[in-house]
């Protein structure tokens, strides 16, 4: 972390959490195409898996680009 | 069903129209240079553009076609939301903050950033217009589909009216109006379908009726001869209905014309029936509309279809739960049962055709998991290939979003990359919240007593209207401004991509800023008229799958040359036109082949389709990565690399 310019560090950064949506997006797809049955298990609260996954990506996006918006570098010059 | 127009829907649309075109009139002298028209100067607010981006990126499509899925079938629907919102991770996390360095107005700028070659130009500005236009069609044909029940008027009327409209928008102040539009349009579209779903759980579920349909027995199931069940005399199955035995019609109570009843056994363990009422519409080969035998109308001598959507069974026997908590929604509905309906053609020998409408009881539980729908259902089949057709869809929607150039060019309206950062994660919050909405919304409509059988995109005005006449109007102008933010964001890349890639760009005329922006305007002039013109001739066409055309063309066209170009430094300016080339044919080509087309488009059998499935992009998107590295290493090195990656 010690000589790298923000833009990389931002980048990096936003391909580590690509990285991490992206696998829990393939379980989610999956998941559905190949053990469709899985989807209908109640896992929490009552509710089952299809809500709980669906619900959960959208929140996980949100989550996600918070922490990218939180922990991004500052890359800009001033402008005139 | 017949509609009665709503004024006040139409006095609500039209102060939306009279203000947003007066804003852009406003607006219209900030907009003079080509830095303006193209891209609002940069200097729209990173929080206006990310509300934008929610109004340009949900479409009628989004709105109407999403929630109209999860009422007729449930969950299915909902895996679109989720597919769509994914997308915008890869814009976030990859392309946002490059696409705003690299490029200055269109999609092609970016991609041809470090080569200043035509070929890009051309190639880019292609596939830009080729995708716009195909999400184009969908759009306009539903703003006239939309315009008849809601406003009522004619569709034509409806085409022409957005067509006019957006044309004024985006002539008069290019992308500083049109981001206007597209805050006003997203803003009101979140927060009044937040406000609809907040009531839809204050009212709960209840098994109140919501029709006269009735069900009869259970009782052993009628011989095929018989003349009468019930007291009630049979109507002879002939011209046609001798196909559908599972149908039978019963001579109607209130005098002329038939009940259709279909017949749904017990249980397993019964050998007994339930005859449940069905609705039967049928088009007469000189077109004219008739319900269960007798004309469609709402005289003396007419019927008209019954709207429905019903709660049949709530857990414990309630009669009604009273207001519920977003998740006791959910875990409510998935233990009781619904009542879905499904549709079976009956032909006749002279050329008329009987659609009947049939209920179809569904546990809950069936109803929040993935597969009923008749795209999806090959998850459950255990057939390969429809597994294949249904990863390749939800590979599309992931990587079709960062791609589309109305989206993209949206970067450019912001100050810099962090503006650009910024405003995509309120996009993201925005339209995850809206996507989380549309599952409540939809649910909220097939429960609500009020669905057309006839036509599920209609599901949220309708639920609206179950609620308040006030809601309906909102909603009903709501959902036609939809049409105004996401047309004029088309209208404008389609224009950029006429005027600065292929005209400029390419053709290499010399055009000043302000000739540029004016060349723009006759572009978008000219692209709105096609619009109106396709959007009138193919009326009769169910278009909403285009959109999905629209996804999987960019995804296969844009994003392979767009990822590779941001980190592979060896791309080389003949791999990027090979790549968009490569991806523009073949997914094109493989969609002109697929079943869905043959069946829905040039009216032949879907098994004798070319394609083994109709979903392009899981073959399509690698083979244009794998053109963009072949060609690339085939050709020699680019001498500089500007970008850091």
Redesign the interface.
């Known amino acids: 972390m010690h000589d790298i310019?923000p833009?990389?560090f931002?980048?990096r950064l936003?391909?580590a959490?690509?990285a991490l949506?992206?696998v829990f997006?393939l379980g989610?797809?999956?998941v559905?195409?190949?053990a469709?049955d899985w989807?209908?298990a109640t896992v929490l609260?009552?509710?089952?898996l299809?809500?709980v996954y669906?619900?959960g990506?959208?929140?996980l996006?949100?989550v996600?680009?918070?922490i990218?918006?939180w922990g991004?570098r500052?890359?800009?010059e001033p402008?005139a | 069903m017949i509609y009665e127009p709503s004024w006040l829907a139409v006095v609500v649309f039209m102060a939306f129209v009279v203000g947003t075109v007066g804003l852009s009139f406003y607006l219209g002298s900030r907009a003079q240079s080509s830095e303006g028209y193209f891209a609002a100067h940069g200097q729209i607010p990173w929080f206006i553009n990310g509300v934008a981006f929610a109004g340009d990126y949900l479409s009628a499509a989004s709105f109407l076609g999403i929630c109209g899925m999860i009422a007729a079938y449930g969950y299915d629907g909902f895996l679109y939301s989720i597919g769509y919102l994914a997308g915008w991770i890869v814009a976030l996390f990859v392309i946002a903050e490059p696409m705003k360095r690299l490029g200055k107005f269109t999609f092609a700028d970016a991609l041809d950033a470090q080569f200043n070659s035509r070929g890009i130009k051309l190639a880019a500005g292609i596939s830009t217009l080729a995708v716009s236009v195909f999400y184009l069609i969908p759009q306009m044909v539903g703003a006239g589909v939309l315009i008849q029940p809601l406003l009522g008027f004619p569709h034509w009327v409806g085409v022409v009216l957005v067509g006019v409209v957006v044309m004024m928008i985006v002539v008069t102040a290019g992308m500083v109006s049109t981001t206007w539009v597209q805050f006003l349009k997203g803003s009101l579209l979140v927060v009044f379908s937040f406000v609809l779903v907040v009531m839809v759980l204050a009212r709960g579920l209840s098994t109140e009726e919501v029709n006269s349909l009735e069900v009869l027995g259970p009782m052993a199931p009628p011989s095929a001869g018989a003349d009468s069940i019930a007291g009630r005399r049979v109507v002879a199955a002939e011209s046609g209905w001798e196909e559908t035995p599972q149908f039978i019609r019963l001579e109607s109570e209130a005098g002329a014309g038939y009940d259709v009843f279909v017949i749904d056994p017990v249980g397993e363990e019964s050998e007994q029936v339930y005859l449940r009422e069905g609705q039967a519409l049928t088009t007469a080969a000189d077109k004219s509309l008739w319900v269960g035998g007798v004309p469609l109308g709402t005289g003396p001598d007419e019927r008209q279809l019954q709207p429905v959507g019903s709660v049949t069974e709530l857990p414990g026997g309630a009669e009604a739960t009273g207001p519920l908590g977003p998740l006791e929604y959910l875990t409510t509905l998935q233990e009781s049962e619904v009542t879905l309906w499904g549709s079976q053609p009956v032909r006749h020998p002279d050329g008329g055709v009987t659609m009947v409408y049939y209920p179809k009881p569904t546990p809950g539980s069936q109803v929040l998991r993935p597969g009923e729908h008749p795209t999806f259902a090959g998850i459950r089949s255990g057939n390969t290939l429809d597994r294949v057709n249904f990863l390749s869809l939800m590979f599309a929607l992931f990587c079709g979003t960062a791609s589309l150039p109305h989206i993209l060019i949206r970067y450019y309206t912001v100050k810099d990359a962090a503006a650009a950062r910024k405003s995509t994660i309120v996009g993201i919050a925005s339209i995850g919240f809206f996507y989380v909405l549309t599952l409540y919304l939809g649910l909220g409509a097939m429960t609500s007593g009020a669905l057309d059988v006839t036509t599920n995109n209609m599901a949220a005005p309708l639920l609206a209207r179950s609620l308040s006449q006030w809601l309906f109007a909102i909603i009903s102008a709501i959902a036609f401004t939809t049409v105004l933010g996401t047309v004029s964001g088309l209208i404008l890349a389609s224009s950029g991509a006429v005027a600065h890639d292929l005209l400029s760009g390419f053709m290499g005329i010399e055009l000043t800023g302000g000739q540029q922006v004016r060349v723009a305007k006759i572009a978008a002039m000219v692209v709105g008229v096609i619009a109106i013109v396709l959007g009138i001739l193919f009326k009769e066409l169910n278009v909403s799958y285009l959109v999905g055309w629209a996804f999987s063309v960019a995804a296969s066209a844009n994003l392979p040359a767009l990822v590779m170009l941001l980190f592979w430094k060896r791309t080389t300016r003949q791999g990027i036109i090979a790549s968009v080339v490569v991806g523009m044919v073949s997914s094109l080509g493989w969609i002109l082949l697929s079943a869905d087309t043959f069946q829905k488009v040039y009216g032949l059998p879907a098994d004798q389709a070319w394609a083994p499935f109709s979903q392009p992009g899981i073959v399509t998107i690698p083979l244009a990565f794998a053109t963009l590295i072949v060609v690339s290493l085939m050709t020699p090195k680019p001498k500089e690399v500007g970008a850091e990656y």
């Open positions: 310019s833009r990389r931002n980048s936003g391909m959490l690509f949506y992206l997006y989610f797809v999956l559905s195409a190949f469709a989807m209908e609260g009552g509710l089952n299809a809500i669906g619900f990506l959208i929140l996006a949100f996600l680009a918070m990218y918006g991004c500052s890359d800009e402008r």
